[in-house]
């Protein structure tokens, strides 16, 4: 995976426990994925900037401070909320997904690299009862029923420099979806931030509390 040279590229700040954490994601990825298959058969040879790099997106527009409570919702195989937790090793992560076998391969993955921020269950996200600063996700559904699922699950007082919501991972034209939540939002392009053509229809979605 000659791709993971990338993450120190756009991120050099990372240290080495950070670096040692992310070269392990790949074999681990790997070896999971002969087991369960939680990512694409095609994407698993490029991990690092498909889901990785991808992850850490979100990073480029909020910085989660030690006091933060983040849920990432319809996590997947661990993403973007295990890249992020190795991100922000203070921040608490609740990684959410109702098929219990992606379940198991976040907490195989988390417990294999030693992250100590990261829990993960297995339930629908409407029926976490917590609030959260955050809530992160990756294209999971379209926005006007993603945000009624976590709705009312973020506290009310805002510790970072934008108000309590979601960073949501989108891709392509979202016009329509966009007018159709008739939500607030900022829209964030990722082929601004990383040049690799996988990130030229990548968005990151910010969504305050409202």
Do not use: C
């Not at 990785?52 to 933060?68: K, M």
């Not at 990432?72 to 993403?79: E, I, K, L, P």
């Not at 190795?86 to 992250?115: C, H, M, R």
């Amino acid at each position: 995976m000659e791709s993971f040279h990338l993450l120190s590229k756009y991120f050099p700040d990372l240290t080495s426990t950070q670096l040692e954490q992310l070269e392990q994601l790949g074999p681990l990825y790997e070896e999971w994925n002969d087991r369960i298959n939680v990512v694409s058969r095609k994407d698993i040879q490029e991990l690092y900037i498909r889901h990785v790099l991808h992850s850490f997106g979100i990073a480029r527009y909020i910085q989660f401070n030690s006091e933060a409570e983040i849920m990432d919702v319809g996590t997947g195989g661990g993403f973007p909320g295990i890249p992020l937790a190795i991100l922000f090793p203070e921040t608490q992560f609740l990684l959410v997904d109702s098929i219990g076998k992606k379940i198991k391969v976040v907490k195989g993955v988390a417990e294999a690299i030693g992250l100590q921020n990261v829990a993960a269950v297995q339930e629908r996200a409407e029926n976490i009862d917590r609030q959260f600063d955050f809530v992160v996700s990756r294209a999971v559904t379209r926005l006007g029923p993603f945000y009624k699922w976590v709705k009312g699950k973020f506290k009310k007082q805002s510790t970072h420099d934008v108000k309590n919501g979601i960073f949501y991972l989108k891709g392509g034209d979202l016009s329509e979806e966009l007018a159709e939540s008739k939500l607030r939002y900022k829209l964030y392009n990722l082929d601004q931030e990383f040049e690799e053509p996988f990130f030229e229809t990548k968005k990151v979605l910010y969504v305050p509390n409202q």
